[in-house]
C-alpha cells in the first residue's frame, strides 16, 4: 500500500475560556494555521486536493462547512475544497486519518487535515441545546431503537468518568496528584521554548493560556462534578479555543513538490465501546492497533492520550502497563485545555514537535470520544 507522510504541522496556541482568542471568528481561527501551514511548507496551494477538518457544535461561526470557509478566510484558491468531520472530540484525529488514507488509497497526493474550535464563542454542546428548542431534550431522546437497547440512563461524559474512577480504583488523591503534573509539565515545556516552533502567534496571543500554578489548598476545596463523585473541575480537561493544521502527502507529491516529510503515519485505527460509559475505548483500542501494528506499548518512544479526565488516563495506564513518564510529557489537555474540534491535530503536532526534539521514533496517539469511540495513530519519525 501507498504510504502517507506529514510534511509540516502548526497550531494556534491554546486560549483559554474568555482569553486571548475567545473573539475571534472560528473561520478566522482555523484560517490562522491553514495560512501559517502553507506558508511554512511552501507548497502551491492550487496543489492541495481537499481540506478535512475536525469541529464540533457546527453552529453560529463554526457552521456551513467550517473547513471550506477558514480555507477561504485565509485567501486559498477558490478551486480547493473542503469538508468537515464530527467524531466529537475525535474529530481532528479523525480529519488526520481520513487525509492519510486518501493519500494511502492512491486518490489524492496533497491533503490539509486538522480542526478549529472556539468554545468561548459557542460553548460546549450548543447543538444539543439548540436541539432543546425544538423538543428534543438529548440526542437519544424519542428514539425507541436507543430506549430498547440502552434505557433512559443517564449518557454524560461527568457520569462515564465518574463511572471509571470507580471500577479502576482512582482516588481522588491519585487524579489531583495527575493533575498537578499535567499542569507542571506544561508549565516547564512553555517555560523552556518546547511549544515555540509548533505554534504561529495568532490574535496578538503567543503562547498557551491555560497552565497554572498548582494550588493545592484550592484544589482539595473543590467540590466534585456529581454529587459523592471523585472528579472535579481540577482533574477535567479546560473550555479552551485553538486551531492546528498538518499538510499529509503522498511520496509523489514529495517528488513532485521537492518536500521533506517529517514523519510517515505508520498505523491509523478506530474502535468504538459502550456509549455509556463512553470514555473506556481507548483501552481496547490501543490493543487493537498495537497487535494490527505487530507492536508492543514499550515500543512507544511517547504517547499523548488526551486528558479528557484524569480518570481516564489513569485507567488506560493501569489497563495498558504504559510508562507514565512517556505520556503527555509536555502536560495534556488538563493544563494546555480541549479545544474540541481542534485537540487530536494539536496533540499530533505536539507529538511530532517532541519526537524531534527528543530523537524518539514511535510515537503513539489515542482519544476517547462521544459515543463511546477512539482513534489510534501511530506515526514514525523520519
Not at 515545556?189 to 498548582?214: H, K, M, W, Y
Not at 493544521?245 to 459502550?274: C, F, G, M, W, Y
Request: charged share 20%; hydrophobic share 40%; with cysteine.
Amino acid at each position: 500500500m501507498a504510504e502517507a507522510y506529514i510534511v509540516d504541522a502548526v497550531r494556534t496556541p491554546v486560549g483559554r475560556r474568555g482569553g486571548g482568542l475567545a473573539d475571534m471568528h472560528s473561520a478566522d481561527l482555523g484560517a490562522a494555521s491553514i495560512k501559517a501551514l502553507m506558508e511554512r511548507t511552501g507548497v502551491d496551494p492550487g496543489a492541495i486536493d481537499d481540506v478535512v477538518f475536525g469541529c464540533v457544535d457546527t453552529i453560529g461561526p463554526q457552521a456551513g462547512d467550517i473547513a471550506r470557509t477558514a480555507w477561504l478566510v485565509a485567501g486559498l484558491p477558490l478551486h480547493v475544497p473542503g469538508t468537515t468531520i464530527d467524531r466529537q472530540c475525535g474529530s481532528s484525529q479523525q480529519a488526520v486519518h481520513f487525509a492519510a488514507q486518501g493519500v494511502m488509497s492512491g486518490t489524492q497526493d496533497l491533503v490539509v487535515a486538522g480542526g478549529v474550535q472556539n468554545m468561548s464563542m459557542i460553548p460546549i454542546s450548543s447543538a444539543m441545546i439548540v436541539g432543546q428548542e425544538f423538543g428534543h431534550e438529548t440526542p437519544f431522546t424519542g428514539s425507541p431503537g436507543w430506549a430498547a437497547r440502552f434505557g433512559d440512563q443517564e449518557v454524560s461524559q461527568f457520569r462515564a468518568a465518574e463511572m471509571i474512577a470507580e471500577k479502576w480504583n482512582c482516588t481522588r488523591d491519585d487524579m489531583e496528584a495527575y493533575a498537578v503534573e499535567s499542569h507542571e509539565r506544561a508549565i516547564r515545556a512553555r517555560a523552556e521554548g518546547r511549544f515555540e516552533t509548533q505554534i504561529v502567534p495568532t490574535n496578538g496571543l503567543s503562547i498557551d493560556e491555560c497552565p497554572r500554578e498548582p494550588n493545592w489548598e484550592k484544589l482539595r476545596s473543590l467540590p466534585t462534578l456529581t454529587e459523592g463523585g471523585r472528579s472535579t473541575a481540577a482533574c477535567a480537561s479546560q473550555i479552551s479555543d485553538a486551531s492546528a493544521s498538518l499538510l499529509i502527502a503522498s511520496e509523489q507529491a514529495l517528488k513532485d513538490h521537492n518536500l521533506t516529510p517529517r514523519a510517515r503515519i505508520h498505523h491509523l485505527s478506530v474502535l468504538a465501546d459502550d456509549p455509556v460509559w463512553m470514555l473506556t475505548a481507548p483501552i481496547p483500542a490501543t490493543a487493537h492497533a498495537l497487535k494490527k501494528a505487530g507492536m508492543t506499548i514499550d515500543d512507544m518512544d511517547l504517547i499523548e492520550i488526551n486528558e479528557a479526565f484524569a480518570s481516564v488516563v489513569l485507567a488506560w495506564q493501569k489497563e495498558t502497563g504504559a510508562d507514565l513518564a512517556k505520556v503527555n510529557v509536555n502536560g495534556g489537555a488538563i493544563a494546555l485545555g480541549h479545544p474540541l474540534g481542534a485537540t487530536g491535530a494539536r496533540l499530533m503536532t505536539t507529538l511530532l514537535f517532541e519526537l524531534e526534539r527528543t530523537g524518539g521514533r514511535y510515537g503513539l496517539q489515542t482519544m476517547c470520544e462521544g459515543g463511546g469511540q477512539a482513534n489510534v495513530t501511530i506515526i514514525e519519525r523520519l
